[in-house]
Every structure is written in structure tokens, then in C-alpha cells.
């Protein structure tokens, strides 16, 4: 009897043992995810301290009506990598360009803006850069502005409400403005390629406006100018030592100055262009709106967060996304 009530209490002995040892994993387990939930929160909150420091380094712009790609906020490693902060870091990065990581802001004003390009343009960006054939690109531009324009009314080589009820699933044509790049591919003739090779250079925020002074190579040539119309005006942008982002870069003060400063790198047919655009109101020379890629990581324990933000000069967030 004394045996078989040893073997009894040792059985509930073991078995309270493993109830409490499951228990104390349990807790572990528990306060192990707590502290990196909260440490997750903490990156997040260096991620949106970011976004403010952002904005005090364009806040300090002194001439925020005239922007080029040798100012702070386009390009400084000092402030903008490495960047401490409640006990952890950040980073901002405007864009790995042949390997290279460039750290600071990148201004949408540098894309075409897809709400308001003209057709030519559009063509041209479908063209140069999609990939596209001539007339396919034609038809292409006219769909993208019937998508965009407010009126049913379909232009000739466009495409309205009949052809995309037509598809085997059926949505309406916008009339009205793009919110998202990612919108296009709902576009009738934008294959997911062609949107891969244009979605670098196109944008649905800022002025509604290309900055000459930043526009990059490609968007140069969606603009219409030639390779040596291109080459011109980033010579000129270049300065005397023909290398980008340094102090001697030149810039445009006005697009009253496209001609007077531009004729001696650019073709005349180059020139002429420009001037038409500037009379359509679609060129300037400074930006509004910016993009940033954001890393921020916790020191101990370490975590990490990526986001992707577009701001304003006053900071104000136009788009945020968690990555």
C-alpha cells in the first residue's frame, strides 16, 4: 500500500514538474516576443523619425524654388545614412543606381507625371523607354489620357468604358486621375512589362511638372530631345568638371533661361521642344514632392524596418509603406 502511494505522489510530482516547466517556456516564449514586438514598434518609430528629419533638411533649403541634384537633401552621406536615433539608427536612400547607393531624397518632379503629360510625351516614354512600338505606343498614350480624362467621350485611337466591359473580367474606365503608378496596368496595351521598364521613370504626385535641373537621362529623352539634345543638357548640368552632384554643378533658375543658357549643348530642334513644353506649362525648374527608401534598426536587440515614403517640403506624408 506505502508503495503504490510512493509511486502515485512521484507520478504527481513529475507531472507537476512538467506542467511547471511548460509554463516557465510558455513565459519565456511570451516575454521573448513581447520584447521584440516592442522593439519592432521602436524601429517603426525611428522609421517616422525619419520622415521629420527629412523634412528640417528641406525646411533649410534656401532656395526651394530652384532645385538640382548637388543640394543636401539629393545627395549626402553624412546626413542621411547611419543616422542615430532613439537608441538606434536610420538610413535614407534616394536610389541604387548601377550598384550604388545614393543617400538622400529623390524629387518626384524628376518623372513624368502621369496625370498631366501630354500625348507626345507619353508616346515618347512608351517608346524610348517601354519598349514599345510606334503606333502601339500611340494608341497606348491615347488610352492612358482617356483613362485619366473626366468625359466618356473616346478619342480615336483611345479606349472608354465599351472596351474594358468588353474583357472577360470587367471594370470601368477611371475618367479621372491616376491615384497609384501601379493603375496603369489597368490601362488597355500596358503589359506588366512595359510597366516594369516605365515605373522608374513615372510619378502621380508633385507639381505636375518635369525639373529640368533633375530630370534623369531617360525622362530627358520622353521629353522628346535626341541623344544629343540628352548628352547637352546633362553636360551643362555637369559644370566644369563634367561630373554630376558636385558644388560647380549649373542649373536653370527659370525655364525662361532654357534658351539663352542651353543653346550652346543643345540642338535647336532640342531647344525648340523644350520651349513648347514650357509654353504647355509642363516644365520647371524647381520640386515639391519627395521619395525616400527608409532603413531603421534597433540597437539591442537588433530589428530592422524598411518603409517607403513620399512627403511634401512641410513634411506632410503622401504615401506610407511598411516593407
Known sequence: MRGSVLIY?????????????????RALFVLDLSKRLSEQLRAAYISRGAVEYAAV???KDAAPSVDALNERWADDEFSFHDHPLAGGSFSIIADREGGMVRYG???????????SAPAEVLEQLLEAIGGMRVEDAKDAAAAIEDWRDPNTDQRPRGAKGFYYHSLSQAYDCKDGPFENVEEL???????PEVYRRVEPYITVFGSGRVNVNTASLPVLRALGLSDVGVDGVRYFRAGNDNTDRTSDDRRLVSVGEIESELKAYVPVEDIARLKRLVQEQFLTTGSTVFRMAIEAQ???PMSHMQAFCVIDRKGNIKQWILR
Open 185 to 191: 496596368l489597368l490601362v488597355r496595351g500596358i503589359t
Open 9 to 25: 505522489v512521484v507520478w504527481i510530482v513529475l507531472l507537476l514538474s512538467m506542467f511547471a516547466a511548460g509554463v516557465a517556456s
Open 57 to 59: 533638411v528641406l525646411s
Open 298 to 300: 534597433t540597437a539591442a
Open 105 to 115: 531624397l529623390s524629387d518626384e518632379e524628376r518623372r513624368i507625371p502621369l496625370n
